[in-house]
T-cell receptor, first 113, second 118 residues
Framework: QQQVKQSPQSLIVQKGGIPIINCAYE??????FPWYQQFPGKGPALLIA?????SEKKEGRFTISFNKSAKQFSLHIMDSQPGDSATYFC????????????FGTGTLLAVQP | GAVVSQHPSRVICKSGTSVKIECRSL??????MFWYRQFPKKSLMLMAT?????????EQGVEKDKFLINHASLTLSTLTVTSAHPEDSSFYIC??????????????FGPGTRLTVL
């Protein structure tokens, strides 16, 4: 019930393409869904996050789509660039300062020039 | 804002020695910090939740006596790997939650510490 399932495991797109990474969860108590970007040898960086009261959130080239009834959310990267090549993790959590982030398994994205 | 630092970024030690890793929130106070471990090409595994002024809460399967956590102040948490062995070699990452973010569990991560035990 606490798992967050992420797919695909890896993804290759051409520059300018729109990679889509999907995540699914079971625990309906989750109310915070962030996405993190991680480059090799670095810590994860918070990219964008959504709460279940909205179905979509955009920040620059990054968009989260959220489907509460299906318990799914996804990250879209518009006009992808080689510099976007990284590992992306979705996560979920429920309200509270000490509550954990439950991470997905990660997606390795490669954007080819 | 919301910057978290870790020190050292890399450490190599001999088997049997202890290693201390520091995690600092640079521009905010964090009553709660989190310690993660990450294996190559794997996701982050939460080891423990560090609470200022109280004992850390460890995840199931994490040895409390091997991974000592001390949240000494509102801006500093330390992880000490005691009697390190090669299997403890990993990438250790901390995170902290700024209180101004409200009740949602928004966490900001440090840059990580690469531990290699010979």
């Amino acid at each position: 019930q606490q798992q967050v399932k992420q797919s695909p495991q890896s993804l290759i797109v051409q520059k300018g393409g729109i990679p889509i990474i999907n995540c699914a969860y079971e625990n309906t108590a989750f109310d915070y869904f962030p996405w993190y970007q991680q480059f090799p040898g670095k810590g994860p960086a918070l990219l964008i996050a959504i709460r279940p009261d909205v179905s979509e959130k955009k920040e620059g080239r990054f968009t989260i789509s959220f489907n509460k009834s299906a318990k799914q959310f996804s990250l879209h990267i518009m006009d992808s660039q080689p510099g976007d090549s990284a590992t992306y993790f979705c996560a979920a959590s429920w309200r509270g300062a000490t509550n954990k982030l439950i991470f997905g398994t990660g997606t390795l994205l490669a954007v080819q020039p | 804002g919301a910057v978290v630092s870790q020190h050292p970024s890399r450490v190599i030690c001999k088997s049997g020695t202890s290693v201390k890793i520091e995690c600092r929130s640079l521009d905010f106070q964090a009553t709660t910090m989190f310690w993660y471990r990450q294996f190559p090409k794997k996701s982050l595994m939460l080891m423990a939740t560090s609470n200022e002024g109280s004992k850390a809460t460890y995840e199931q399967g994490v040895e409390k006596d091997k991974f000592l956590i001390n949240h000494a102040s509102l801006t500093l948490s330390t992880l000490t790997v005691t009697s390190a062995h090669p299997e403890d070699s990993s990438f250790y990452i901390c995170s902290a939650r700024p209180p101004s973010r409200g009740a949602y569990n928004e966490q900001f991560f440090g840059p990580g510490t690469r531990l290699t035990v010979l």
